[in-house]
T-cell receptor, first 114, second 111 residues
Framework: NAGVTQTPKFQVLKTGQSMTLQCAQDMNHNSMYWYRQDPGMGLRLIYY???????DKGEVPNGYNVSRLNKREFSLRLESAAPSQTSVYFC?????????????FGQGTRLTVV | EDQVTQSPEALRLQEGESSSLNCSYTVSGLRGLFWYRQDPGKGPEFLFT???AGEEKEKERLKATLTKKESFLHITAPKPEDSATYLC????????????FGAGTTVTVRA
C-alpha cells in the first residue's frame, strides 16, 4: 500500500519555465490537497479538492493551477516559475474534508527555481 | 484567522530525559487538533487527533493532551529514534476544509 505518491522528488527550474507536479493516492480518499513548506513558516495550503470534480483555492494560490484528474490523481502546475516558488511541496489526501479527519502526506517534491 | 504557535523551536534532550512540547492555538471553534511527526526529507506522518479539552492520546513514548487554549506533546524517556520535527495543526469552524499548521518543534535526542 503506497499511500500518497508524488513525482518528481527533486526539480530545478529556471525562472519562467513551467512544470507539473504529480500526485496519486491509493486509499480511495475523496479529498486531496497541495501544501508548500518553507523554513519557519509551517505548511501552507495552496489548493484543495474536496471531492472529484471540484477544486478550491487555499491561502497561497497565486502562481499555481491544479487539476483533479480523477479520484486518485491531483496535479499542481506552475505556469511561469518564480524564485519565490522555491519550496518543498507536499500532496496530501483525506477520506473527506473537515472535522476530525486526518490527512496523509506524500514524501514531497523539493523545487528550486533559479 | 487561525493561529498556531509551537514552542520551543528546537529542543535538545539526553536519552531518557523527558520533556514537553507546546502548541498554543487561537481559532474560531476548534474542530480538531492534530499532531504529526516529520523526519528530514520526508512528509509529515500522522500521530494523534484531539478534540475535547481534557482528552489524552498515547502512542509508545508520546502522549498528547488538550486544553481549551493549548496542546502538549509529552515525550517520556526519549530515545534517539524520537528525533524529528513535531508539527501541530488545527481545523476550525471558519476553515474546516484545511489544516492550519504551526512551524514545528525540532527535537534532537542524544544517546
Amino acid at each position: 500500500n503506497a499511500g500518497v505518491t508524488q513525482t518528481p522528488k527533486f526539480q530545478v527550474l529556471k525562472t519562467g519555465q513551467s512544470m507539473t507536479l504529480q500526485c496519486a493516492q491509493d486509499m480511495n480518499h475523496n479529498s486531496m490537497y497541495w501544501y508548500r513548506q518553507d523554513p519557519g513558516m509551517g505548511l501552507r495550503l495552496i489548493y484543495y479538492s474536496a471531492s472529484e470534480g471540484t477544486t478550491d483555492k487555499g491561502e497561497v494560490p497565486n502562481g499555481y493551477n491544479v487539476s483533479r484528474l480523477n479520484k486518485r490523481e491531483f496535479s499542481l502546475r506552475l505556469e511561469s516559475a518564480a524564485p519565490s516558488q522555491t519550496s518543498v511541496y507536499f500532496c496530501a489526501s483525506s477520506a473527506r474534508t473537515g472535522g476530525l479527519t486526518e490527512a496523509f502526506f506524500g514524501q514531497g517534491t523539493r523545487l528550486t527555481v533559479v | 484567522e487561525d493561529q498556531v504557535t509551537q514552542s520551543p523551536e528546537a529542543l535538545r534532550l539526553q536519552e531518557g530525559e523527558s520533556s514537553s512540547l507546546n502548541c498554543s492555538y487561537t481559532v474560531s471553534g476548534l474542530r480538531g487538533l492534530f499532531w504529526y511527526r516529520q523526519d528530514p526529507g520526508k512528509g509529515p506522518e500522522f500521530l494523534f487527533t484531539l478534540y475535547s479539552a481534557g482528552e489524552e492520546k498515547e502512542k509508545e513514548r508520546l502522549k498528547a493532551t488538550l486544553t481549551k487554549k493549548e496542546s502538549f506533546l509529552h515525550i517520556t524517556a526519549p530515545k534517539p529514534e524520537d528525533s524529528a520535527t513535531y508539527l501541530c495543526a488545527v481545523r476550525s469552524g471558519s476553515n474546516d476544509y484545511k489544516l492550519s499548521f504551526g512551524a514545528g518543534t525540532t527535537v534532537t535526542v542524544r544517546a
